[in-house]
């Protein structure tokens, strides 16, 4: 056997404790080794050392301690038998815990309660509740249609948010009219798709915008426009007028695959939503090179004649529903623009 | 006539009985016979007088005050030994235990203090060997307390309390191979302890 063998059985056993079946073992090399040998007579002596020390008596005074200390009552049942007789003894302090507990429970179910009317009303800061509804239910939300019902506060709270509503309801590519539940007659709010169909030429092509300048609109640009985009509409003119003289001068060069870029026209809708002050939920930002996706934007009912006339303008205007909706007491449309290449 | 002795077990259980029914006296017997026990493991663990008269006080208030959770599963002797194990653990490891032991150690010099070497190849005697039963109790108490408290706990239990390794794994906790494995470990150390004490000349100067 190693000597790492050996003194792991010394140290496990006490010398005499060796087992019989390493007893020889460990004696023939005890023997061999003096290291071994050395730190096998030091744990025995070890060992004999440690079970040599004294017994210590206790102290005089332990037990009047231990029994002084478990008679003194703790600090928690000293108070509870306070309380218990307190309150067991005078009849009026039992009557007014009972009221203040009483109190205590209705005022704790008032909070509760506040904190979730809180929690309800909320979220219907929103203008707009976004129920989706399949396109037949769009009839009903005309003029001289029954109205719809009012959804309770817990179905406003249930139905999804409006911009991810309307990215839904868009995500599925054919225009589809929606109609939302009023929640309240000022922010009534009656959704529509429209189906823009470009001239060939004009915003189908890469020089999309051309078609139309803001200058041709208006003679005021809007304040909130980005100056990507006015920009974006000066440089589509300057590029066209570039493509003029590329084709005069020399052969145009081949392009890539024909890829729908509607920058230009889309720069053209988000101005006149801008005019008929109107806002844009969803729709390509400044930067955004290739926009396929439609435009969803809100607008008060009061603009929606001219931002359609305006519309009109860029090219034909389809309804998703075939006709245009004769006009309600809504505060506010909400219109999608989805742009198709004639 | 039939001789009836009674173990320390089943005294035990009478009085804790009598103890629950109310009878106060039980509870001065059963102290009576532990109180040294219990005072002496908590001595040789601390290594203080006062802190081992306030752990041993404290391990049988909170025994008396469990006394009705106690399900008989180990005796009560070894019910007490666990909890002054963990009295103590608790008592070495509080703040103003170990803030004292700092002070202590404050200004030692390091060089001195470095950690115990665990291959003992020095061939000579055991200094252990050499010296008297006063100068190898101190030594010894010294040694133990530069241990840490679960090689202190198995090697107590073990050595001075004569404990067998089942009822050191109901104190303890551990298995049967962690217990063996830490004493052998503990063995170790306070050798190598005990050698770097003698090797200081502490041993016949420390009386």
Not at chain 1, 92 to 119: D, K, P, Q
């Amino acid at each position: 056997m190693k000597c790492s063998e050996i003194r792991a059985i010394l140290l496990e056993y006490t010398g005499s404790e060796v087992p019989p079946e390493f007893g020889v073992e460990v004696h023939r090399h005890l023997a061999a080794c003096k290291s071994c040998a050395a730190l096998c007579a030091a744990l025995a002596e070890q060992s004999a050392a440690l079970g040599r020390l004294p017994k210590l008596a206790a102290p005089e005074g332990l037990l009047d301690a231990v029994k002084s200390r478990l008679e003194k009552p703790s600090l928690l049942s000293v108070f509870t038998r306070w309380l218990h007789g307190f309150f067991e003894t005078n009849r009026f302090f039992r009557l007014a815990g009972a009221g203040a507990a009483a109190m205590l429970v209705i005022l704790a179910v008032h909070v509760a309660f506040r904190e979730n009317t809180l929690r309800e009303v909320s979220p219907s800061k929103a203008p707009v509740a976004t129920e989706a509804r399949p396109p037949e239910a769009e009839h009903s939300a005309l003029p001289g249609a029954p109205s719809p019902p009012i959804p309770s506060p817990r179905a406003t709270l249930a139905a999804p948010r409006p911009g991810l509503g309307a990215k839904k309801a868009l995500r599925g590519g054919v225009p589809q009219a929606k109609r939302h539940g009023p929640v309240s007659a000022r922010n009534q709010t009656v959704m529509l798709t429209l189906v823009w169909k470009a001239p060939a030429g004009s915003a189908g092509e890469k020089t999309g915008g051309a078609a139309l300048r803001p200058d041709r609109l208006s003679n005021q640009r809007s304040r909130s426009l980005p100056a990507s985009l006015a920009a974006s509409a000066e440089g589509n003119r300057m590029h066209t007028k570039g493509l003029a003289r590329g084709t005069a001068g020399f052969a145009p060069a081949p392009r890539p695959a024909p890829r729908f870029r509607s920058r230009g026209v889309m720069g053209d809708v988000i101005r006149l939503v801008e005019r008929a002050k109107g806002k844009v939920l969803h729709g390509p930002t400044p930067r955004y090179e290739s926009w396929s996706g439609p435009i969803l934007a809100e607008l008060p009912e009061a603009n929606l004649h001219s931002f359609i006339a305006g519309m009109r303008k860029l090219g034909a205007v389809q309804w998703s529903q075939g006709k245009e909706p004769a006009p309600g007491s809504n505060a506010t449309v909400r219109v999608s623009i989805r742009l198709e290449k004639e | 006539m039939l001789l009836a002795v009674k173990t320390l077990k089943e005294e035990d259980k009478e009085d804790i009985e009598h103890f629950l029914l109310g009878d106060r006296a039980a509870l001065d017997r059963v102290v009576l016979r532990h109180q040294d026990r219990i005072f002496n493991l908590c001595y040789r663990l601390l290594g203080d007088h006062d802190d081992a008269r306030d752990c041993a006080q404290e391990t049988f208030i909170k025994a008396f005050r469990s006394l009705r959770g106690f399900r008989f599963e180990c005796g009560l002797a070894t019910w007490l030994r666990t909890i002054a194990v963990n009295v103590c653990k608790n008592k070495r490891n509080s703040a103003e235990n170990r803030f004292w032991k700092r002070v202590m150690r404050f200004g030692r010099n390091p060089e001195n203090d470095e950690g115990p070497e665990l291959e003992i190849e020095d061939p000579a005697p055991s200094p252990l060997a050499m010296m008297t039963e006063k100068e190898k109790e101190v030594l010894l108490q010294a040694a133990i307390d530069s241990l840490s408290h679960d090689h202190r706990t198995v090697i107590i239990l073990r050595y001075v309390e004569e404990l067998s390794y089942e009822e050191i794994c109901t104190i303890t906790g551990y298995n049967l191979g962690t217990v063996k494995s830490r004493l052998a470990r503990a063995r170790m150390l306070l050798q190598a302890e005990l050698r770097r004490e003698s090797g200081k000349g502490g041993g016949h100067e420390m009386l």
